[in-house]
C-alpha cells in the first residue's frame, strides 16, 4: 500500500489564546497559519513566491510579565516570612506554596527567552504570525522559511521591506480616503478620550496597589490612620473603574484594559461589603457578650483597632484582599505604560 504524502510540516512556534491556539506549517508552495479552538478552524496562506519580508520586532511583553511575576512573588514570600515570624505556620506554608509557584513561573520565562512579534509582508498584507511570539522561535523559522523563499523567488530583485511597508501603507491610506465622508476619521471615543481613559485606568491600578499596601501594612495590627487610608484608596479605585468603564462604553479601544477595569469595580464592591460585613460580625459578638449598646463609631474604633493575625478568617480574607489587588493593580500598570504610544 502506497504511503500517504505529507502535506505540511509543522513549523516552531504555537500560542494559545482565546480558548484555541495559532500555528505555523510549511506547504509546498506557500506558508499557511492556522487557528484552530477544537470546534472550527481559520486559515490564511501566503505564497512563498509573493513574500516580500519577514520582520522581526522584539516586544517587551516577556519583560513585564516576568516584572510582574516577580513582584507577586517577593510580595507573597515577604508575607510568609512576615506571618511565619508571628508563630502562624499554617497560613505562612499556604503563601510560601504561592511564593513557590511563582517562581516556577519565572524560571519558565527566563528559559524561554525575550519575546518578539513577527510579521510577514506581501504587497498587499502586513499580517502578524501569531504564532511566532518568542525570539527563539522566529530564529529557528527564519532558518527553514529563508532558503525554501529565495528559492520559490528565483533571482527576484530584492525588495525593501521598509519601501513595501510604507507601500502598504500608502495603499491602505487611499481606501481609507475613497470612504464615505461620513466614516471617514476614528469612530467617536476612540482617540478623543484616550487621556481621560489612562488617566482613569491609572487612578485605578495605582490605588488598587496602594489599598494591597496598606492591608498587608495593617495585618500585625491596625490603626486610624492606615484602615482610613485603606478606605481612601478603595474609594479612588473604586470611582476611577467606574470612570474608564463609562469612557469604555462608546469605545472598542484597549479591550484588555476594560476587562480588568469591571476586574477592578468588582473587586472593589467584594471588598467594600466584605469589610462592612467584618464590622457587623465583631458588632455583633460585642452586642451579644453584654456590652453597653454600640454605635457605629464604636464599631468602627473597634475595627481599626484589630489585630488581623490573631483572627484566622480576617487574616485569610485580607491576604486574598491583598493578592488580588496586586493581581489586578501591578499588570494593570504595566499594560497601561506598555499601550502608551
Not at 508571628?86 to 520565562?109: K, M, N, R
Not at 527563539?136 to 527564519?142: E, P, S, T
Not at 491596625?222 to 469604555?248: E, N, Q, W
Amino acid at each position: 500500500m502506497k504511503k500517504k504524502q505529507k502535506l505540511y510540516t509543522k513549523l516552531p512556534g504555537v500560542t494559545h489564546r482565546n480558548f484555541g491556539k495559532h500555528t505555523l506549517w510549511q506547504g509546498k508552495d506557500h506558508l499557511l497559519l492556522m487557528y484552530s479552538n477544537g470546534m472550527s478552524e481559520d486559515y490564511k496562506r501566503f505564497y512563498y513566491k509573493d513574500i516580500l519580508g519577514i520582520v522581526i520586532t522584539k516586544t517587551r511583553k516577556a519583560a513585564v510579565a516576568f516584572s510582574i511575576i516577580l513582584s507577586l512573588f517577593l510580595i507573597t514570600s515577604f508575607f510568609s516570612w512576615k506571618i511565619w515570624s508571628h508563630d502562624q505556620e499554617p497560613a505562612s506554608a499556604f503563601l510560601g506554596t504561592i511564593a513557590f509557584v511563582f517562581l516556577a513561573f519565572l524560571l519558565s520565562l527566563i528559559i524561554k527567552g525575550p519575546s518578539c512579534e513577527c510579521r510577514i509582508i506581501t504587497a498587499v498584507q502586513n499580517e502578524n504570525l501569531k504564532a511566532v511570539t518568542l525570539i527563539r522561535q522566529a530564529k529557528k523559522l527564519m532558518a527553514i522559511l529563508k532558503p525554501i523563499i529565495l528559492e520559490a523567488q528565483g533571482a527576484k530583485a530584492p525588495v525593501d521591506v521598509a519601501d513595501a511597508m510604507v507601500s502598504l501603507a500608502e495603499k491602505q491610506s487611499v481606501l481609507e480616503l475613497s470612504k464615505p465622508a461620513h466614516q471617514s476619521g476614528p469612530a467617536p471615543g476612540i482617540l478623543d478620550n484616550a487621556k481621560p481613559r489612562k488617566l482613569f485606568h491609572f487612578a485605578m491600578f495605582s490605588s488598587l496597589v496602594g489599598y494591597g499596601v496598606m492591608v498587608g501594612l495593617s495585618l500585625p495590627q491596625r490603626t486610624i490612620v492606615l484602615v482610613s487610608a485603606t478606605y481612601i484608596f478603595l474609594f479612588i479605585a473604586g470611582l476611577s473603574s467606574a470612570g474608564a468603564l463609562t469612557v469604555h462604553a462608546k469605545s472598542r479601544f484597549a479591550p484588555s484594559l476594560k476587562k480588568m477595569a469591571l476586574a477592578g469595580l468588582i473587586f472593589v464592591m467584594i471588598a467594600f461589603v466584605q469589610s462592612y460585613g467584618e464590622m457587623m460580625v465583631f458588632f455583633v459578638i460585642k452586642s451579644a457578650q453584654g456590652k453597653p449598646p454600640l454605635s457605629q463609631m464604636d464599631m468602627f474604633q473597634h475595627y481599626y483597632s484589630l489585630r488581623p493575625l490573631d483572627f484566622s478568617v480576617v487574616k485569610v480574607a485580607d491576604g486574598l484582599k491583598i493578592f488580588v489587588a496586586a493581581v489586578i493593580g501591578i499588570p494593570g500598570l504595566f499594560l497601561l505604560t506598555d499601550s502608551r504610544k
